[in-house]
Nanobody, 118 residues
Framework: QVQLVESGGGLVQAGGSLRLSCAASGRAISAYRMGWFRQAPGKEREFVASISSSGGTTAYTGSLKGRFTVSRDNAKNTVYLQMNSLKPEDTAIYYC???????????WGQGTQVTVSS
């Protein structure tokens, strides 16, 4: 089993930056594809970004590319999401998830709240 714990959320003004971390325990995540998702109040959970097991391939939802950057440090068993030029509409609970490269996301964190004030 893999346990994922997100951190780094908080309150930031529009235009600011935050870096979220997702620390994994239980087993190494070096073989897993990792992803970030978010859910705003009253909305469906949406995909934010993903990164391949080696870190060589990343994907983003179109509107976030250029502002958000996903990365990972397999030696630290940690995945990151750097968020720049934050907007109020980025306010959401952000979740980290992991799974095998050819499957879905089997492991989820508890989420971290990001609030962007205008």
């Amino acid at each position: 089993q893999v346990q994922l714990v997100e951190s780094g959320g908080g309150l930031v003004q529009a235009g600011g930056s935050l870096r979220l971390s997702c620390a994994a325990s239980g087993r190494a995540i070096s073989a897993y594809r990792m992803g970030w998702f978010r859910q705003a109040p009253g909305k469906e959970r949406e995909f934010v970004a993903s990164i391949s097991s080696s870190g060589g391939t990343t994907a983003y939802t179109g509107s976030l590319k250029g502002r958000f950057t996903v990365s990972r440090d397999n030696a630290k068993n940690t995945v990151y999401l750097q968020m720049n030029s934050l907007k109020p509409e980025d306010t959401a609970i952000y979740y980290c998830a992991g799974g095998w490269p050819t499957g879905g996301y089997d492991y989820w964190g508890q989420g971290t709240q990001v609030t962007v004030s205008s």
